[in-house]
């Protein structure tokens, strides 16, 4: 269905009038604010887009331009962040920015103009998320142009290009393909027609993946009944080692636990000599008892985000038998999701986690 005349007009109006307010405010503010003339600005060229044929399309994008990360990173949110000159930073970028300050021992400081920056220094700008928000965006399915408040809904939900999967999956079923093709796959699909002992080898396959799942599960819940659990905030505090090119490492005060006095120590990419040029970033974490014991301490233990973090830690138990001949476990992962997630850690000025102790008793 074409649009109306009328409406286009409206719509060409209201974009017209908002284009021209945001230049106004621009101008009026460039002196006393120039983060929030920045987000004015970028709001009356996220108007003018809507206005001007052809600047949406790909040979000559700019919107692209406008929203440009300040060290190349892939725009992930819409998240800005400003230094006290003004100069923009989204969210990937400030935390990549801290995170590799901390592990080059400096301070951090704005790619444009080189001045202090900190999660205490910098501030949101609301003005540039908002046009940001509004600026247009590609599906990588369908490759229309969307604003980009409006693209994950079109791609989760509307996109007919968006791969979805064969509503017969649960019984085995590989296909993935467009969501515009799914009718007719489905209609011609083979698993629903399967014999029953063709149905049952692909269902046992399927249970012993949900299995492994499962039985991390089912050990915390069997740890959960044990006669001695302990649980503390622990706080990793970044230090660096004596060594001609120092290395950053995390340790823990000392803290009590199951009556035991312990230390956890953390370390980046497995101590390699500079983490800060790689991309890929892991933590590992070893637990140390540092009181005297009488006998064998068998011990389960596991890390999880702390209370008011939103790291995202997937739940993995180790176990270790402490003497006082083995006081320390090795060094294990710490499973973060991905290098992201570990960016926010290395940001942040301390690493606050829970940690989960449960003896075992012969």
Avoid at 94 to 117: G, S
Wanted: charged letters at 20%.
């Amino acid at each position: 269905m074409a649009p109306r005349p009328g409406r286009e007009w409206s719509s060409a109006l209201s974009h017209l009038a908002l284009g021209s307010v945001s230049l106004y405010a621009a101008l009026s503010t460039a002196q006393a604010n120039r983060g929030a003339a920045a987000g004015f600005l970028l709001q009356a060229l996220a108007a003018a887009t809507m206005l001007a044929p052809g600047l949406g399309t790909d040979e000559d994008c700019l919107a692209g331009a406008w929203v440009a990360t300040v060290i190349g990173l892939p725009l992930l949110a819409f998240d800005f962040h400003w230094c006290t000159n003004g100069h923009l930073m989204c969210a990937g970028c400030f935390i990549h920015l801290l995170a590799d300050a901390r592990l080059k021992e400096e301070q951090a400081t704005c790619p444009n103009c080189r001045c202090e920056i900190s999660k205490s220094l910098c501030c949101r700008n609301l003005a540039v998320e908002k046009a940001v928000s509004e600026l247009p965006s590609e599906c990588g399915f369908c490759l229309c142009q969307f604003p980009r408040s409006l693209l994950e809904r079109h791609q989760k939900e509307e996109c007919q290009d968006r791969v979805t999967q064969c509503k017969y999956k649960r019984i085995g079923c590989p296909w993935h393909g467009p969501f515009h093709e799914l009718t007719v796959h489905e209609a011609a699909c083979a698993h629903p027609t399967k014999t029953g002992n063709e149905l049952m080898e692909i269902l046992d396959e399927m249970d012993q993946s949900h299995r492994k799942e499962m039985q991390l599960y089912n050990s915390i819940f069997s740890l959960l009944s044990f006669e001695k659990i302990g649980y503390t905030e622990v706080q990793f505090r970044p230090y660096r080692t004596d060594d001609f090119i120092t290395r950053l490492y995390y340790e823990t005060p000392r803290f009590t636990v199951l009556n035991q006095t312990w230390v956890l120590k953390a370390r980046v990419n497995d101590s390699e000599r500079n983490p800060n040029l790689s991309c890929k970033r892991t933590l590992s974490f070893q637990l140390l008892l540092k009181s005297k014991v009488t006998a064998p301490l068998e011990c389960s233990f596991l890390l999880l985000k702390g209370p008011y973090d939103d790291v995202k830690i997937s739940p993995v138990i180790y176990h270790f038998v402490f003497t006082n001949e083995s006081n320390e476990t090795d060094y294990v992962p710490l499973p973060i999701v991905d290098s992201v997630e570990c960016n926010k850690l290395l940001a942040a000025k301390n690493i606050n986690l829970r940690l989960f102790l449960f003896q075992i008793q012969k």
